[in-house]
């Protein structure tokens, strides 16, 4: 159990044994919380979802140019899994074991029995727990659920209303990545390692105040989907959603949400109906109440004054641009 990602990663760090090498999944958890602070303690991390594809050029930037996949009847594939007990699934003794940790973030897990579930597009997850020397689930607490059949469920959600959002994340590689078979050789100690760690990190009080609401997230991404600042944070080292956004605001990650143009869009695409607009207008109010408003907001938000501001040194601003 760790209360933050600090406490996360030094666990990583401890029982890493020299380790340096992480593959991770795609995952928000993985990539948003704990990355930046594996990368500051020497792990190299390799991201195997972005292995799996190589896409030369972006062809679909916005949603109007997304296929409309949810007429395709394609919810039938979310049946399709590949069920395992432990890291040691069938036919493991012909796999060979690679010198590299596996930290991955789960879909969800049972509460009532343990059992983890992952969703994925491609084979990228599957491939590490069958072959890393040490694999680490990283477990949120709004990824604890009742039952494996809430857990089976939550996760297809996830699938079916985030499979066409998920598209618009497809884009070339940032630069040469290296792939875990490029970087190492097989190992010959077939002794492996499963750690669970159910991590915090402020899910607790944001559980127990106002956004609390945010636990009612799936990870499915739609709200993406019609997010007109989406391409605001293309270049951000996490996983853009409206949710994380606000997130990251509310963890002080970044220090503004103003972005956010509170078109709803979020609101209306979200399958439980989180009311993120109204979450982003919390978040702001209560951040003015403790700060106090911001000069820039509060010149901006004077019109008249920097109309007459601007009449009166027309003269000098004018000449200045010529």
């Known amino acids: 159990?760790?209360?933050?990602?600090?406490?996360?990663?030094?666990?990583?760090?401890?029982?890493?044994?020299?380790?340096?090498?992480?593959?991770?999944?795609?995952?928000?958890?993985?990539?948003?919380?704990?990355?930046?602070?594996?990368?500051?303690?020497?792990?190299?991390?390799?991201?195997?979802?972005?292995?799996?594809?190589?896409?030369?050029?972006?062809?679909?930037?916005?949603?109007?140019?997304?296929p409309r996949l949810l007429d395709k009847n394609l919810t039938g594939t979310f049946e399709v899994s590949i069920?395992?007990?432990?890291?040691?699934?069938?036919?493991?003794?012909?796999?060979?074991?690679r010198k590299y940790l596996a930290v991955l973030g789960v879909n969800a897990i049972s509460a009532e029995d343990g059992t983890v579930f992952f969703l994925q597009h491609f084979s990228n997850i599957y491939k590490d727990l069958k072959q890393a020397k040490k694999v680490f689930l990283i477990i949120g607490l709004d990824k604890i659920v009742k039952s494996r059949q809430d857990a089976a469920f939550q996760t297809k959600c996830m699938g079916i209303f985030g499979m066409e959002s998920v598209v618009l994340g497809i884009q070339p590689k940032p630069g040469k990545i290296p792939s875990i078979a490029e970087l190492l050789p097989p190992s010959a100690n077939r002794d492996r390692e499963l750690h669970l760690i159910i991590l915090d990190n402020g899910r607790t009080n944001l559980l127990q105040g106002k956004f609390k609401d945010l636990f009612l997230c799936i990870g499915c991404r739609a709200c993406n989907k019609h997010c007109p600042i989406r391409h605001a944070f293309a270049g951000d080292d996490y996983i853009w959603s409206s949710k994380n956004y606000l997130t990251q605001f509310l963890t002080g990650n970044i220090d503004s949400i103003d972005v956010c143009l509170h078109c709803e869009a979020c609101r209306l695409e979200c399958p439980v109906d989180i009311d993120l607009p109204h979450l982003m207008w919390q978040a702001k109010m209560d951040y003015v109440t403790k700060h106090g408003t911001p000069l820039r907001h509060?010149?901006?938000?004077?019109?008249?004054?920097?109309?007459?501001?601007?009449?009166?040194?027309a003269p000098i601003a004018n000449w200045i641009m010529s």
């Open 1 to 66: 159990s760790a209360i933050d990602d600090i406490d996360a990663i030094s666990y990583i760090t401890k029982i890493s044994d020299g380790i340096n090498v992480i593959s991770t999944n795609n995952s928000d958890i993985v990539i948003r919380e704990l990355k930046p602070g594996l990368i500051a303690n020497g792990f190299i991390v390799i991201n195997s979802y972005l292995d799996e594809f190589d896409v030369k050029e972006r062809k679909i930037l916005d949603y109007w140019d997304l």
């Open 83 to 97: 069920k395992i007990a432990g890291i040691d699934p069938p036919g493991v003794a012909d796999t060979e074991i």
């Open 298 to 313: 509060k010149i901006l938000g004077s019109p008249e004054t920097l109309a007459k501001l601007g009449s009166t040194f």
